[in-house]
């Protein structure tokens, strides 16, 4: 677990921001303004009645709701969060519904220049597939207003055998995204 709690982008809906015994006394300042992403399910036909996938889903603070891209696709996709405000973290978490195996963290302070600060390869994986959870820390705190995950490459194989998920083929879907202070 995190020592310190999110940073506040995600509109929790009950017990949010459960203060850590030892964690620092300041609250959470802000909540994330918007969401966006390159694609979302709901755009294709079939699923254009719903809006169950949009970004927004994926920091609602419901496990049970997530964002998820186009499907049946190669092309990468990204997920972008803007957190209203520069603010430092250093930890980031991703709850995914069909994962990425290649992927970069990006910030931004305007939302046009963008820097890596991590990737897949500084991920801890906090829970194994199905439905895995990646742990991103930081080696140092980093100050951005915009985080955004670049997603490159989806597992080699796929379906109910792989541990994929069979509902989002080909998609990537985030239940849950989360920043954290350290
Ligand atoms: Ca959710």
Excluded at 17 to 41: F, N, Q
């Amino acid at each position: 677990m995190p020592s310190g709690w999110p940073t506040s982008w995600a509109p929790w809906r009950s017990c949010r921001w459960r203060r850590p015994p030892t964690g620092p006394s300041s609250t959470p300042t802000r909540r994330a303004r918007a969401t966006s992403a390159s694609s979302a399910l709901h755009e294709a036909p079939r699923y254009d009645a719903t809006s169950d996938f949009l970004p927004d889903r994926a920091v609602d603070g419901d496990p049970t709701t997530r964002w998820a891209s186009r499907i049946f696709s190669d092309a990468a996709e990204w997920f972008q969060v803007d957190l209203g405000q520069v603010l430092a973290f250093g930890q980031i978490e991703l709850h995914w519904e069909y994962w990425a195996t290649r992927y970069s963290v990006e910030v931004s302070n305007d939302g046009e220049r963008w820097r890596e600060v991590a990737g897949h390869q500084q991920a801890e994986r906090a829970k194994e597939p199905p439905q895995p959870v990646d742990r991103i820390l930081l080696p140092a705190p980093v100050e951005a207003r915009y985080v955004r995950i670049q997603m490159t490459q989806r597992p080699q194989t796929s379906g109910e055998a792989a541990g994929t998920s069979t509902w989002t083929p080909k998609a990537f879907s985030l239940w849950e995204v989360g920043v954290y202070l350290r």
